[in-house]
């Protein structure tokens, strides 16, 4: 199709979903109004279960079956990853070089990988209190490992990231979360049934019963994911090269 | 046994997660092994949940049941044709998981498991879907089909195209994606909810359907449609399934744009069947009419294919047409013989796609003209491909033949024609591979090519070509045709899906289905035609070759991402314009 054409469809189709979405809002609720059916119901749902966060709560409790396939989604995209960005025959592994790095980005690299590994954890850890959790958490520690990489070297970072042991972790993390489910059908009444375990006191750690472990084992394997794939797509520029059209 | 509702996904998901976990550690036919026995036990579940499926039951996910009748978590369907549709996908896992038995080159170093993985967690998306009963929870499944669809169809990465045919159905897919989730957004702004039947009553109680539920509509029907390849949506079908390895493309074929047809069904039917939602003419109008537009492009694309898995690709796009316009005319016994025409296409579809896969693998090309007579000595598989032609025609006694002859019956009229026609075309196409590659019939075609995929200097999936065909590869096909005729002949299987569709589907209108002498009458004709045009098109290769005026329906299928988007958009478009007039007055 030519160049013209295609402009022309994507004008016509273009301007029909766009006149069907102006007139769509105009339907919608107006802004700011008191009425919340679920925001309500999930509140009142998250405060039975002493979870402070009701997000958290919506997430690894009400919903836990769509976070179940979130966390699938993620996983399926690491493995097929790994799949996709294999080496090839027609490519070869070569050793990168390791560049000079300018003093001040060094230093300000090697002080904030702990800060910002701990706030990571932090994030993941209070997932059911604060906002935050396992997705975001995971995400922070994962990229703080890769200050290694600006402010030392890729060798360097690939010293405290064996990948191999990352795709094991993410795998673990996503069968404890599936694991943890068959027990609150085993245990409780249904599949990824929050009453297995007590549900402690309102807004301290160990409140909010099986949410704090659906929500550790989601950060488990969100930071492992990003490991994975940061590491697949590094390889993939930094190492490997492609053959000389052999 | 209701609570186990949710191990359909939570089997196959585990068993994929424990076999990337352990998959390094292990040999791969012990990894083959393990991916086998999950998903054949996830489909012995599956089937056991469907033999107890009537009356259809809901499981809330989570023990959220609710409570006046109003509850935050989310709601699993237990009926009839969820459960048959996560069946099948199921059992077609396990297909493909045998067929592809020892069969690829090397995985990736230390990832024995991984491939047997992604085809777990396909299987977990494909059921996930199939039992949703909550339109966000469908989405998110959804979504888990797509990704791992992707990363399946680009498995082969040495080559361009196989990257190229994954990133258009991932471009393509995605755009499906982003319409359903705006959609969803639109009608939870209306009602607050986000289960399918819950939606339905918040747009019932809202009163005339507006721009908002016409506009959700077209986005979430956008989506599905896209899955089920409608005409104009469907570009990216014969481009990933030309390049996706040919356990993949059972799957493809077999079941997953199979379940877009199965979501429209189940979406239209608990959210906009109300009278909140799309009146039934418009919901008619609009299917019937991409329905049949499907259908045509679908089946003229096949007859000027040679590409072998091309050709397949387009009678899978023909095929939808037929679904969508029987689920598009909204009675009771054409839901019937769409299940029945569904189940007996996909063993069909699947059985011809695993003696492709064979061609492929042991001359390295799907390409019509350039295999003309080399497969002669594969007599067994000859025969195989003959009787998936036959089946894909709907020669009774083929559960096709029972679907399709239903169908037909239900429609009436023209539509009648357009599906003899459809299926002979598309049988027809396959009949003339058959007689040029297993039987050297006719003159040699000439394999100079100008615009077209030819399908030769294709590399094997196997390390090396294949000398002799492993048994698990001949023996899958076999038995997946073996099905596709149990659903027509099994003395009462029939009526059991009938019931089992108009539970659900019809609110309690039963209809008995079964083979009636217009119905066997119509198969005859239509096997009798494409065996026709297929000896024709042999014997006289120059007459029945593609005209130039055909070939710009073929330059549509350009490869280019920009075409597919654009296309795309005039698809919403023009759905959404066929859906308005009637609720205009509203």
Same mark, same amino acid.
């Given at each position: 199709m030519s160049r013209r054409a295609r402009l022309w469809l994507v004008a016509v189709g273009g301007a029909g979903l766009a006149a069907l979405f102006v007139a769509a809002a105009l339907d919608l609720p107006a802004f700011g109004g008191d009425h919340h059916p679920y925001g309500d119901r999930a509140v009142?749902?998250?405060?039975?279960?002493?979870?402070?966060?009701?997000?958290?709560?919506?997430?690894?409790?009400?919903?836990?079956?769509?976070?179940?396939?979130?966390?699938?989604?993620?996983?399926?995209? #690491?493995?097929?990853?790994? $799949?996709?960005?294999?080496?090839?025959?027609?490519?070869?592994?070569?050793?990168?070089?390791?560049?000079?790095?300018?003093?001040?980005?060094?230093?300000?690299?090697?002080?904030?990988?702990?800060?910002?590994?701990?706030?990571?954890?932090?994030? $993941?850890?209070?997932?059911?209190?604060?906002? =935050?959790?396992?997705?975001?958490?995971?995400? #922070?520690?994962?990229?703080?490992?890769?200050?290694?990489?600006?402010?030392?070297?890729?060798?360097?970072? %690939?010293? +405290?990231?064996?990948?191999?042991?990352? %795709?094991?972790?993410?795998?673990?993390?996503?069968?404890?979360?599936?694991?943890?489910?068959?027990?609150?059908? $085993?245990?409780?009444?249904?599949?990824?049934?929050?009453?297995?375990?007590?549900?402690?006191?309102?807004?301290?750690?160990?409140?909010?019963?099986?949410?704090?472990?659906?929500?550790?084992?989601? =950060?488990? %394997?969100?930071?492992?994911? +990003?490991?994975?794939?940061?590491?697949?797509?590094?390889?993939?520029?930094?190492?490997?090269? %492609?053959?000389?059209?052999? | 046994m209701d609570a186990s509702l949710p191990l359909l996904v939570a089997v196959p998901l585990l068993g994929a997660a424990l076999l990337v976990a352990g998959g390094r550690l292990v040999p791969r036919p012990v990894a083959e092994t393990v991916g086998c026995a999950v998903s054949a036990g996830t489909a012995a579940l599956a089937l056991v949940l469907l033999l107890n499926s009537s009356p259809p039951f809901l499981e809330w996910s989570g023990g959220w049941t609710p409570v006046q009748g109003q509850s935050v978590g989310i709601v699993l369907i237990g009926d009839g044709p969820g459960l048959g549709m996560a069946a099948l996908a199921s059992l077609l896992t396990l297909a493909s998981l045998a067929y592809s038995w020892h069969y690829f080159d090397e995985p990736p170093s230390g990832h024995a498991g991984s491939f047997p993985a992604l085809l777990l967690l396909f299987q977990g998306g494909m059921c996930g879907f199939a039992i949703a009963g909550d339109l966000f929870n469908a989405f998110v499944w959804f979504e888990l089909m797509s990704v791992v669809a992707y990363a399946l169809t680009g498995h082969r990465v040495e080559e361009a195209r196989a990257v190229q045919g994954a990133l258009t159905f991932a471009v393509v897919t995605s755009l499906g994606a982003y319409a359903l989730l705006m959609g969803i957004g639109l009608l939870y702004a209306r009602t607050g909810e986000l289960g399918m039947h819950a939606i339905g009553r918040g747009l019932d109680a809202h009163g005339c359907p507006d721009a908002l539920v016409l506009a959700a509509f077209v986005l979430v029907m956008t989506a599905l449609l896209v899955k089920s390849a409608a005409v104009p949506f469907h570009f990216w079908l014969p481009d990933a399934h030309a390049v996706a390895p040919t356990p993949v493309c059972m799957l493809l074929s077999g079941v997953m744009v199979e379940l877009g047809t199965f979501g429209v069904w189940r979406v239209y039917g608990t959210v906009f069947s109300g009278p909140g939602g799309v009146p039934a003419p418009e919901f008619e109008r609009a299917l019937v009419t991409l329905g049949a537009l499907t259908a045509v492009i679908g089946a003229v694309m096949c007859w000027y294919q040679r590409h072998i898995k091309r050709l397949l690709a387009y009678s899978t796009v023909a095929h939808t047409g037929l679904f969508l316009i029987g689920i598009g005319v909204l009675k009771p016994e054409a839901d019937d013989g769409i299940a029945l025409y569904v189940l007996g296409h996909a063993g069909v579809k699947a059985a011809l796609f695993a003696c492709t896969g064979i061609l492929l693998d042991r001359y390295g090309s799907v390409d019509e003209h350039a295999l003309h007579g080399r497969a002669r000595e594969l007599k067994g598989v000859a025969v195989l491909f003959v009787l998936g032609a036959l089946g894909l025609a709907g020669l009774p006694p083929f559960g096709t033949a029972l679907g399709k002859s239903v169908t037909e019956e239900a429609v009436g009229g023209p539509l009648t024609v357009l599906y003899v026609a459809a299926s002979a075309v598309t049988a027809a196409a396959v009949l003339r591979v058959a007689a040029r590659v297993f039987g050297g019939l006719g003159p040699r075609p000439e394999t100079g090519s100008g615009y077209e995929t030819t399908g030769s200097g294709e590399r094997p999936e196997t390390r090396h070509r294949l000398s002799r065909i492993p048994d698990t590869m001949t023996a899958v096909p076999a038995v997946l045709l073996a099905g596709a005729v149990a659903v027509g002949v099994a003395p009462g299987f029939a009526k059991v899906v009938a019931r089992a569709v108009n539970e659900t589907g019809s609110a309690g209108v039963f209809t008995s289905v079964h083979w009636t002498p217009a119905g066997v009458l119509l198969g005859l004709v239509s096997t009798l035609l494409a065996g026709v045009l297929a000896l024709l098109a042999v014997a006289r290769p120059k007459a029945f070759a593609a005209p130039d005026r055909a070939l710009w329906l073929r330059r549509l299928q350009s490869g280019h991402v920009g075409d597919y988007v654009a296309w795309v958009l005039v698809g919403t478009t023009v759905l959404g314009a066929l859906t308005l007039p009637g609720m205009l007055g509203g």
């Open positions: 009142h749902a998250a405060l039975t279960r002493r979870t402070a966060n009701v997000i958290a709560s919506v997430n690894f409790d009400q919903r836990a079956f769509d976070t179940l396939g979130e966390m699938t989604i993620l996983f399926a995209a #690491v493995i097929g990853c790994v $799949i996709l960005l294999r080496r090839t025959h027609d490519e070869h592994r070569g050793r990168p070089a390791p560049e000079k790095v300018a003093r001040p980005v060094r230093r300000y690299s090697l002080l904030v990988l702990p800060v910002a590994l701990l706030t990571g954890l932090y994030v $993941i850890a209070h997932g059911q209190l604060s906002p =935050g959790g396992g997705f975001q958490g995971g995400v #922070v520690a994962a990229t703080s490992l890769h200050l290694l990489y600006l402010g030392a070297d890729y060798r360097a970072l %690939e010293r +405290v990231r064996p990948v191999a042991l990352y %795709e094991t972790g993410d795998a673990i993390a996503t069968s404890a979360y599936v694991v943890t489910g068959l027990a609150g059908l $085993i245990g409780g009444s249904a599949f990824l049934a929050n009453t297995v375990l007590p549900y402690g006191t309102f807004n301290t750690l160990s409140s909010g019963g099986t949410v704090p472990l659906l929500n550790a084992a989601v =950060g488990m %394997e969100v930071a492992c994911a +990003v490991v994975v794939l940061l590491a697949r797509f590094l390889d993939q520029t930094v190492e490997i090269e %492609e053959g000389n059209g052999k | -």
